[in-house]
């Protein structure tokens, strides 16, 4: 067997060990929802009768079972990631980016480049340096897995431009399969998509991510934050996010059947995985390896597409920094007799106002719900002011002198 098959069969075994894990999540799921059909003999008790003595433990040791069942499946698929190191490069090695780049060392080998020097802030945490004067060479290493470009939503699009030419260059003197997964962490995903399909070649696998925390929010780890992420294209096939249940072998099919490896693009054609096979596994486990490092620190993975993202960020994430920001340019400050109320007020001003205002343009700019937010905003303070003027008996006219309050 060639070294690239052995590869690609090591490769099949991380997939077959991802279906296993579902497998038995399913199971565990049948086990405690469905205990009768499972391990529970049946019962000739007629509804609503007490069960019988001793099906509460019996109940117990099944689930301490399957507990240690999925323990031991996590452990192997930990082994798994850890046994071939993915290389990843951060483009942005600013103050998000360090703070990615210090979980990633954990499971990965980790490049950093940025306009500014941190070759010492890399050293310290165990990562390699290159300036990005010299992006060249940070992409043409030569294990080069993954690049993440961590940089201002704002300064997105003209980074990826620069960086198309040297991903071609790499193409042309290592081959197609040499081309890194890319991977962008913006809070605006329809931007990113469709800049990333627009410039990047089509031999480049895409993954957009929103970490939805950052240093502030998860200072003390990722446990329990959200992670979005939509897996847009995989060896040159645009996938249909609608269809991601079937790309990720979520089919509750029998075993025996080939149709859970099966996914839909975007224009409703039914692929395999297996076509050009060791290119569509080889980017399926770089993908999933890239992701389960955000799994293993802890992180809610949510798949979801990069459309529905930005309709729910923009009723929360913008909503939130347009709020903190208005209420900012008040200037409003603690007094000697806050309410707790107000106190969170300030707080959402602090956390909001830390932010650069570059980011918080961006996700207006960026987010084509963005502005309807605005509007919404205006027409509900237009509302709620009309109320109180009318509760004062004012004359019409002068509502609608004074109801327009932004």
């Known amino acids: 067997m060639t070294q690239q098959g052995k590869h690609c069969t090591a490769i099949s075994s991380v997939c077959n060990l991802k279906r296993c894990i579902i497998s038995f999540?399913?199971?565990?799921?049948?086990a405690l929802l469905l205990p009768s059909v499972n391990?529970?003999?049946?019962?000739?008790?007629?509804?609503?009768?007490?069960?019988?003595?001793?099906?509460?433990?019996?109940?117990?040791?099944?689930?301490?079972?399957?507990?240690?069942?999925?323990?031991?499946?996590r452990q192997q698929k930990l082994s798994v990631l850890r046994s071939r190191p993915l290389t990843v490069g951060v483009i942005g090695f600013g103050r998000f980016g360090q703070f990615i780049g210090k979980s990633f060392v954990k499971y990965a080998n980790v490049i950093g480049t940025s306009r500014s020097d941190y070759t010492k802030v890399a050293n310290d945490m165990g990562a390699k340096y290159t300036p990005l004067s010299d992006l060249e060479s940070f992409v043409m290493e030569d294990v080069l897995d993954v690049i993440v470009v961590a940089v201002s939503i704002v300064s997105f699009e003209d980074t990826i431009k620069e960086l198309v030419p040297h991903l071609l260059k790499r193409i042309e003197t290592r081959g197609p399969s040499?081309?890194?997964?890319?991977?962008?962490?913006?809070?605006?995903?329809?931007?990113a998509r469709n800049v990333l399909l627009k410039h990047l070649p089509a031999e480049c696998d895409i993954l957009c991510t929103h970490p939805m925390f950052g240093p502030d929010s998860a200072k003390h780890g990722w446990q329990g934050h959200n992670f979005v992420f939509e897996r847009t294209r995989v060896d040159k096939v645009v996938l249909d996010p609608v269809q991601d249940g079937l790309f990720h072998y979520l089919s509750s099919r029998t075993d025996d059947s080939d149709s859970e490896s099966e996914?839909?693009?975007?224009?409703g054609k039914s692929h395999s995985i297996r076509e050009n096979?060791?290119?569509?596994?080889?980017?399926?486990?770089?993908?999933?390896?890239?992701l389960s490092i955000w799994e293993e620190e802890g992180c809610n993975m949510i798949s979801m597409?990069?459309?529905e993202h930005d309709g729910f960020t923009a009723n929360s994430q913008f909503i939130t920094h347009l709020t903190g920001r208005i209420l900012g340019a008040q200037?409003?400050?603690?007094?000697?007799?806050?309410?707790?109320?107000?106190?969170?007020?300030?707080?959402?001003?602090?956390?909001t106002n830390a932010d650069s205002f570059e980011l918080f343009y961006g996700?207006?700019?960026?987010?084509?719900n963005s502005m309807d937010i605005i509007v919404k905003l205006k027409e509900a303070m237009d509302d709620v002011v009309g109320r109180l003027l009318e509760e004062e008996g004012r004359s019409d006219a002068n509502l609608e002198s004074k109801k327009s309050c932004l």
């Open 25 to 30: 999540g399913i199971l565990a799921a049948s």
């Open 39 to 73: 391990s529970i003999p049946q019962s000739n008790a007629s509804p609503g009768q007490i069960p019988t003595t001793g099906e509460l433990e019996r109940l117990k040791g099944e689930e301490a079972r399957l507990s240690a069942m999925l323990a031991s499946v």
């Open 178 to 191: 040499s081309c890194p997964l890319i991977v962008d962490v913006l809070s605006v995903k329809e931007h």
């Open 263 to 267: 996914f839909l693009d975007e224009k």
């Open 277 to 290: 096979s060791e290119a569509h596994v080889a980017g399926i486990d770089r993908m999933e390896r890239f």
């Open 305 to 307: 597409s990069c459309n």
């Open 331 to 351: 200037g409003l400050k603690a007094t000697p007799i806050d309410t707790k109320g107000f106190q969170n007020v300030l707080k959402l001003i602090e956390t």
């Open 363 to 368: 996700l207006y700019k960026f987010n084509r």
